[in-house]
Nanobody
Framework: QVNLVESGGGLVQAGGSLRLSCAAS????????GAWFRRAPGKEREFVAA????????YYADSVKGRFTISRDNAKNTLYLQMNSLKPEDTAVYYC????????????????WGQGTQVTVSL
């Protein structure tokens, strides 16, 4: 388990951009696969993007492909989510997640979670 703290959320107009960060309180963050999920009002939590421990492979939900980019800096123990061309339907609480399990991305199962950061996209 690792403690994760998200930041960077806020209010932005449609078409704008935001960059979310997720700081991990562990020096071995390079051992962890990372991911972003989101929960919109009245909806279940959904997968957004994931990145393997080395950063060499990334995965995206169809709804964000081409607009969002997940990345990581293992030297800084930080996960990022660059969000461009934001739409009102991207409004949600965004959570970062991490896990050392090799199948965490495939199973969409992560044992460590942040507290979430609110992203609101207005018309």
């Amino acid at each position: 388990q690792v403690n994760l703290v998200e930041s960077g959320g806020g209010l932005v107009q449609a078409g704008g951009s935001l960059r979310l960060s997720c700081a991990a309180s562990v020096s071995t963050f390079s051992n962890y696969n990372g991911a972003w999920f989101r929960r919109a009002p009245g909806k279940e939590r959904e997968f957004v993007a994931a990145i393997i421990w080395s950063g060499s492979n990334t995965y995206y939900a169809d709804s964000v492909k081409g607009r969002f980019t997940i990345s990581r800096d293992n030297a800084k123990n930080t996960l990022y989510l660059q969000m461009n061309s934001l739409k009102p339907e991207d409004t949600a609480v965004y959570y970062c997640a991490a896990d050392t399990s090799a199948d965490s991305i495939g199973r969409r199962r992560f044992r460590s979670w942040g507290q979430g950061t609110q992203v609101t996209v207005s018309l």
